[in-house]
T-cell receptor
């Protein structure tokens, strides 16, 4: 069975500090990978997607970056956090194809103070 | 670009009431439409999907019909239960050829009173 693990579960960070969030997908080779951001009470905003190792596409600019160093790993990072980065970050995966289901992880709650 | 509009931001009903959450979309291609449900503190999970005009998706008593003419995919349930309380998202996907953008609506928070 496929599993998706996100870390950390929650973070409290200071404005201006760096950030690194990660997720690992086990049990599925060459999945599409996604990062989503959700402000408190807000909708799901797709940030990045990756269809293969080393290749990441940005969907919206939020002063964040993403990398896919391994087939099963997706990293979200920034060197300088802003207050507006607070929210719920979700990693997700899917198979190739236009109508395939997207499976979400349990998310990371980020509070920037 | 693609967009999804959910009319209702919040819906409050009593058990056994009929539910409708409206979803309209705009897309240049022929997208696949989804309904996702999210419980507090968790990631969204798929309720069901539809890929063709007039196709009906359904799960757990919820259903929606893909209507290309009115560009709609309204969610309905005949008799809601307290356990249906959650946030519901309509989404569209027009993925392919390296484009993996998936667009979600703003979400509808459903609260069911016992």
């Amino acid at each position: 069975a496929q599993t998706i693990h996100q870390w950390p579960v929650a973070e409290i960070k200071a404005v201006g500090s760096p950030l690194s969030l990660g997720c690992t997908i086990k049990g599925k080779s060459s999945p599409n990978l996604y990062w989503y951001w959700q402000a408190t009470g807000g909708t799901l905003q797709q940030l990045f997607y990756s269809i293969t190792v080393g290749q990441v596409e940005s969907v919206v600019q939020l002063n964040l970056s993403a990398s896919r160093p391994k087939d099963d790993q997706f990293i979200l990072s920034t060197e300088k956090l802003l207050l507006s980065h607070s929210g719920f970050y979700l990693c997700a995966w899917s198979l190739q194809g236009r109508d395939t289901e997207v499976f979400f992880g349990k998310g990371t709650r980020l509070t920037v103070v | 670009g693609d967009s999804v509009t959910q009319t209702e931001g919040q819906v409050a009903l009593s058990e056994e009431d009929f539910l409708t959450i409206h979803c309209n979309y705009s897309a240049s291609g022929y997208p696949t439409l989804f309904w996702y449900v999210q419980y507090p503190g968790e990631g969204p999970q798929l309720l069901f999907r539809a890929s063709r005009d007039k196709e009906k998706g359904s799960s757990r008593g919820f259903e929606a019909t893909y209507d290309k003419g009115t560009t709609s995919f309204h969610l309905r349930k005949a008799s809601v239960q307290e356990s249906d309380s959650a946030v519901y998202y309509c989404a569209l996907s027009d993925r392919g050829y390296g484009n993996e953008k998936i667009t979600f609506g703003a979400g509808t928070k459903l609260t069911i009173k016992p």
